[in-house]
């Protein structure tokens, strides 16, 4: 009995590749992966300049607590107005100014929370990771290139299977 085993030349191709993008605009600080290596999934592969992104979250938080100090001032308005609406001390108009003044900071607030998040969002962004465990290509973008989110692919992770069979007879 001899063995027979076959060699063949051959090039492999991922059935799944992901483009890697920017999702923010800034400046690319660091490629942080070895181009060509395996990086599993949620491994960082870049980060970009999170100062600008920062400045953002804490102008939305000052934008908050100042809603929120109108809502506070608006709430305790309409609690001084209504005993004096209910004795009719005040005008009904003064009651719903009141009213309004309080529904409008309560909306300003949820909107100032809102921006928040979106921007505690976008600094989240700053750190670009791989969805997938796969092969990393070539850095499109050097460091230090100023990227965006319409034109800002940075890589491609291939997702790569190893298949093994042996032949035998």
């Not at 050097?142 to 989110?149: E, F, P």
């Amino acid at each position: 009995d001899i063995p027979v085993t076959f060699e063949f030349v051959a090039q492999t191709q991922s059935s799944q590749s992901v483009n890697i993008q920017a999702r923010v605009s800034g400046f690319l600080d660091k490629r942080v992966y070895t181009e060509g290596d395996v990086v599993r999934a949620g491994q960082v592969l870049f980060r970009m300049d999170p100062k600008p992104l920062q400045a953002q979250v804490d102008a939305s938080q000052a934008a908050l607590n100042n809603a929120q100090a109108a809502l506070d001032v608006a709430k305790f308005n309409l609690d001084r107005i209504k005993p004096l609406s209910a004795q009719n001390a005040l005008s009904q108009k003064d009651l719903d100014d009141a009213n309004g003044q309080y529904l409008s900071s309560k909306a300003n607030v949820d909107a100032a929370r809102a921006n928040l998040d979106s921007a505690k969002l976008n600094l989240s962004y700053a750190t670009i990771t791989s969805p997938i465990t796969g092969v990393t290509g070539n850095a499109i973008v050097a460091d230090g290139s100023y990227v965006s989110s319409s034109n800002g692919q940075l890589t491609t992770v291939a997702l790569m299977f190893l298949l093994a069979r042996a032949f035998s007879s």
